[in-house]
């Protein structure tokens, strides 16, 4: 009888492309997946494949689109500089308007309860409404009102919701974090919004570095070069950057799977 094994995706803005190459390689050498968590990109990413979509068709459409094109910014900012609708309609379109019932995996993700502070785990109703919440980034996406709350990005809290998976009786857990591990950075020059990225990211990684202790297996795909929290030009490079994590994982994951 093999363990049941869990993935967790973390959240990195367009650093979280990388969860593509990751799933892609996992598929490809057939190791099974009873259960994804996500939080933030990484909700976006396992949302859509948790309901069937065909990675390589998914690759080929994140390659061609301008992310800055589902932005919808308001003014004056009410809450955060962008409304967050326009997203939403598209993680709508690609889980097929589905609930969490309706996945092929089990998937949840998580999101932060603004007014309490504590972390949530998401799990009910249509996908794209909580993922919407997941990937609520303070100041730059409106905070989400569900269930009676208000929700902001997950991350705040659990960069990669490793525990998550723990709580749900997956005996192995497989984590994969793009985001900043604690590496010294030149910030001089930097302008605001760049500092601004930087200083979430070390405050991030502070939460991170002790959660990480719930996976077996934590995933590091090289994607710093990707510098904008939107950026998409970069996407076949950062896929690519998840392919060469998840393959020189591979071996320590398939001895796992059995022991």
Known sequence: MRNKIGLAL????????????????????????????????GAIIGGIYSVGTDLNLLERFIKSIKLYDYLDVQLPPSGGLLKGDRLEGLVRTLTHNKTFAQTKTPF??????????????LSEG?????IRA?????????????????Y?????LERVPCK???????????????????????????????????????????LTKYRRQEADIML???????????????????IEEGRCA???????????ICS
């Not at 249509?126 to 909580?130: A, T, V, Y």
């Not at 998840?246 to 796992?256: F, H, M, S, V, Y």
């Open 220 to 238: 590091t795909p090289e994607v710093l070069f990707v510098q904008g929290r939107f950026q998409t030009d970069l996407a076949g490079a950062t």
């Open 126 to 130: 249509p996908l794209h409404e909580s």
């Open 134 to 150: 997941s990937m609520s980034i303070p100041a730059f996406f409106e905070p989400v009102k569900l269930n009676g709350k208000t």
């Open 164 to 206: 998550t998976l723990r709580d749900h009786g997956m005996d192995v857990v497989i984590g994969v974090d793009v985001g900043y591990h604690g590496d010294a950075k030149d910030i001089s020059g930097m302008g605001a919004y760049a500092l601004m990225n930087h200083t979430i990211a070390i405050m991030q990684w502070e």
């Open 246 to 256: 998840a393959r020189e994982a591979l071996p320590a994951i398939q001895k796992l």
């Open 152 to 156: 902001i990005d997950g991350g705040v």
């Open 10 to 41: 973390g959240a990195g803005s367009t650093k979280g492309f990388a969860h593509i190459g990751v799933l892609q390689v996992l598929e490809e050498a057939g190791i099974p997946i009873d259960m994804i968590s996500g939080c933030s990109m």
């Open 108 to 121: 949840c993700c998580v999101a932060v309860d603004a007014e309490t502070g504590k972390l949530d785990v």
